[in-house]
């Protein structure tokens, strides 16, 4: 089985209050900091990965 590695990242000390607010007070089915964190790092790199894809097009149409 293939197992996961994990690395740490400093985050600021506001922007970790306001996260643990946030679990503490709407939950959304967040059990931990990291299950927040690791949610919005992925979805940020999926909407990134997007905006890619479409400059890309749009550069290779205006190219031709």
Known sequence: ???SKYR???IPADLMNEVEKIIERLGLG???VSEFVIEAVRKRVEEL???VRVVGRVID???L
Do not use: F
Request: without cysteine.
């Open 1 to 3: 089985s293939q197992t």
């Open 8 to 10: 740490n990242v400093k």
């Open 30 to 32: 967040y059990r931990t």
């Open 49 to 51: 990965n997007r905006e």
């Open 61 to 63: 149409y205006v190219l």
